[in-house]
């Protein structure tokens, strides 16, 4: 089993929907949560980063983590074609590097 | 500019071969990562370099693949007798803060490698 499990889609939606992307996870060591956006052909580039459980808001993004259930949420509101890309969770315990889930591909379609 | 550099972008090699894979990190930043991805996977780790030193090596997948860093700058991957489970996108990341709990990480757009 993986320790950062991600539903790989794809996942298409109209402009304008809400979208929500999760992962779940095993190992509670982990203690910092990110997601990240990579467009065809380009490396990931960080969209939000949170420490605690709870919500953390930036613009139509809200990154959403409950330690209790191992489970984190990304929340997409008013999405934008230019949204289309591959969504990846990460996360780290004390080590430094990241463990990441597989990615889910999102289509926003105008 | 800008950003992390990744040389080649693309490389095709025949099995057996060995390969060099270059990252130009960003200027002045101390950390710098080595991650794979392969087909539908999420990114696996491989090395981390701290200045010149590379405390971690336990992602390497084997005694084929070795990593250096030299002057706190550019990077060098290489992976000798080259096999077909190796071909996937290799990327490179550089931070400018070490060991910060909200160290960010800014990526390179990777070099896609192909064993035949």
């Known amino acids: 089993q993986k320790e950062v499990e991600q539903d790989p889609g794809p996942l298409s939606v109209p402009e304008g929907a809400i979208v929500s992307l999760n992962c779940t996870y095993s190992n509670s060591a982990f203690q910092y949560f990110m997601w990240y956006r990579q467009y065809s052909r380009k490396g990931p580039e960080l969209l939000m980063y949170t420490y605690s459980s709870g919500n953390k808001e930036d613009g139509r993004f809200t990154a959403q983590v409950d330690k209790s259930s191992k489970y984190i949420s990304l929340f997409i509101r008013d999405s934008q074609p230019s949204d289309s890309a591959t969504y990846l969770c990460a996360m780290r315990g004390s080590a430094r590097q990241l463990t990441f889930g597989s990615g889910t591909q999102l289509t926003v379609l105008p | 500019g800008a950003g992390v550099s990744q040389s080649p972008s693309n490389k095709v090699t025949e099995k057996g071969k060995d390969v060099e894979l270059r990252c130009d990190p960003i200027?002045?930043?101390?950390?710098l990562y080595w991650y794979r991805q392969s087909l539908g996977q999420g990114l696996e780790f491989l090395i981390y370099f701290q200045g010149n030193s590379a405390p971690d090596k336990s992602g390497l997948p084997s005694d084929r693949f070795s990593a250096e860093r030299t002057g706190g700058s550019v990077s060098t991957l290489t992976i000798q007798r080259t096999q077909q489970e190796d071909s996937a996108v290799y990327l490179c990341?550089?931070?400018?803060?070490?060991?910060?709990?909200?160290?960010?990480?800014?990526f390179g757009s990777g070099t896609q490698l192909s064993v035949l």
């Open positions: 200027s002045g930043h101390t950390a």
């Open positions: 990341a550089s931070s400018p803060r070490w060991a910060a709990t909200n160290e960010k990480l800014f």
